[in-house]
């Protein structure tokens, strides 16, 4: 092996033509405070340090060592590393770039931060990751935690995948969400799926949604972020303070991520208290229930085909006691203050049983 300090412009300039085989892909050296040429019969080897600085095409790196094996077409970064490529920018502890497959295998603090023109910014960090540059997929692993900027959501978990062409991402291994600020809407599956040209968000498996109005849980979840509109399915399951829900479908619609409404298709049954935080021991069960949200409270609600109710409600210093169990095809509940019921309406083909108890 013979190995050459450099220090003439005629041997840097033969080091600059390495890499001309392929012109989009043309090394270019921008500064580096040591820098050493080794040769061997079958490989030429670059060794860059200190404050290195090059250019492939339009690809720039940073480190503060890297080895360029020329003929393997390999570039091996070390300390400091930075990647700069359109609007993606990559950091870590080491590279390796190889640049047959465009392939770069990054480890150690790895952060990748996308920035575009109109303003959207996220970004991912993990303890490695791959880049294929050519198709642009970005592979992270290992404490991976990410941050969408348009959305407002932060996410963790232990394996993402992110398809920047095709707009997709997913992640697995007890994948996290939280989107808006901190309480707002939490979300974890066994997977979780996200798609930018729908702003949809998708869940399956053991998915637990937790917010400060309510929690919820299912086998699949599809979340409409611009639309604000979240669809449950797999025998879902919907509590809060004020009452229980199941149902084969739940559709729950939101206002700056406040809950405002939900519909309860096929199978319904909710348990709701007489006021809130106290038994849950009412009941209604219809083919369809439409429940509407105040300021975290229930307003109202309309139980639709095949309806069944009970409703029983303590005497206090200034009610009677009141017990009502009936069916009929519709009923309406509307809710005053502290979710106390302000009166139950139903009709059609009612058939049922009221009881009053005075106190005088």
């Known amino acids: 092996m013979k190995r050459l300090s450099i220090g003439s412009l005629m041997l840097l300039w033969i080091i600059i033509l390495m890499g001309q085989a392929r012109p989009a ?18 490989e030429q080897i670059l060794e860059l340090l200190g404050n290195v600085h090059f250019f492939y095409g339009k690809t720039e790196f940073k480190s503060d060592r890297a080895l360029i094996l020329d003929r393997q077409k390999i570039a091996r970064l070390t300390g400091n590393v930075q990647v700069s490529n359109d609007t993606l920018a990559l950091r870590a502890d080491s590279l390796a770039y190889y640049r047959n497959s465009e ?27 791959n880049y294929d540059r050519r198709n642009e997929k970005l592979t992270t692993w290992g404490n991976v935690q990410a941050f969408d900027l348009f959305e407002n959501a932060f ?11 095709a707009g997709y991402a997913y992640m697995i291994e007890n994948p996290k969400i939280r989107s808006g600020v901190t309480d707002t809407l939490f979300i974890e599956a066994q997977k979780i799926e996200y798609f930018d040209e729908d702003q949809k ?33 797999g025998v879902p399951s919907f509590v809060s ?15 700056e991520r406040n809950l405002v409404r939900a519909e309860l298709v096929d199978s319904c049954r909710v ?6 935080d ?20 229930l307003d109202e609600f309309i139980a639709e085909r095949g309806v069944s109710y009970y409703y029983e409600q303590e005497a206090t210093g200034r009610r009677d006691y009141f017990l009502n169990e009936a069916r009929g095809q519709y009923l309406e509940a509307k809710f005053g203050q502290d979710n106390k019921l302000e009166h139950i309406r139903m009709r059609q083909s009612i058939n049922g049983v009221y009881k009053f108890r005075s106190k005088s």
């Open 201 to 233: 968000i998708m869940a399956t498996f053991d998915v637990k949604v937790d917010s400060h109005d309510y929690k919820a849980t299912s086998d699949f979840l599809l979340y409409f972020v611009e639309e604000e509109k979240a669809v449950f399915t």
């Open 25 to 42: 892909e043309t090394f270019r050296l921008v500064h580096s405070d040591r820098l050493f040429l080794n040769k061997t019969d079958t």
């Open 155 to 165: 996410a963790t978990c232990g394996y993402a995948f992110w398809d920047r062409k």
């Open 271 to 276: 348990d709701f208290a007489e006021e809130r």
């Open 241 to 255: 303070e004020f009452a229980t829900a199941k149902a084969r479908e739940f559709y729950l619609y939101f206002e």
């Open 278 to 297: 106290l038994p849950q021991t009412n009941w209604v069960l219809a083919d369809y229930i439409n429940l509407k949200f105040s300021n975290s409270n």
């Open 103 to 129: 392939q770069m295998n990054l480890g150690g603090r790895v952060n990748i931060t996308e920035r575009k023109p109109n303003g959207s910014e996220r970004w991912f960090s993990s303890n490695f990751a």
